[in-house]
């Protein structure tokens, strides 16, 4: 059974930072793109980041681009994203996410498993 369990969100101030990680298993982890996509309430899911299956790709939303960065350990299976400089438009849910499918990784519909979620909140 493929789990995906996301850790480290939680309440922050404007400007400060959190690290989120997504520890995996049951699958075989090392051939797997990684992502980051967050939900806010009345919105859609949105992408955050991904990470190619050897980590040499990196994808960020323009939002994101310069305040995050995603990286893995395919020892450990978990997939990490450092978020520095966090907003209050930061505050959502983030969840991990996991595909095969080497392309259109900002598309949620391209992942085939999901962790349940981890909030984060930014405060002004």
């Known amino acids: 059974q493929v789990q995906l369990v996301e850790s480290g969100g939680g309440l922050v101030q404007a400007g400060g930072s959190l690290r989120l990680s997504c520890a995996t298993s049951?699958?075989?982890?090392?051939?797997?793109?990684m992502g980051w996509f967050r939900q806010a309430p009345g919105k859609e899911r949105e992408f955050v980041a991904a990470i190619s299956w050897g980590g040499a790709r990196t994808y960020y939303a323009d939002s994101v681009k310069g305040r995050f960065t995603i990286s893995r350990d395919n020892i450990k299976n978990t997939v990490f994203l450092q978020m520095n400089s966090l907003k209050p438009e930061d505050t959502a849910v983030y969840y991990c996410?996991?595909?095969?499918?080497?392309?259109?990784?900002?598309?949620?519909?391209?992942?085939?498993?999901w962790g349940q979620g981890t909030q984060v909140t930014v405060s002004s």
């Open positions: 049951g699958l075989t982890f090392s051939s797997y793109d």
């Open positions: 996410s996991a595909t095969q499918g080497r392309f259109g990784l900002h598309a949620p519909d391209r992942y085939d498993y």
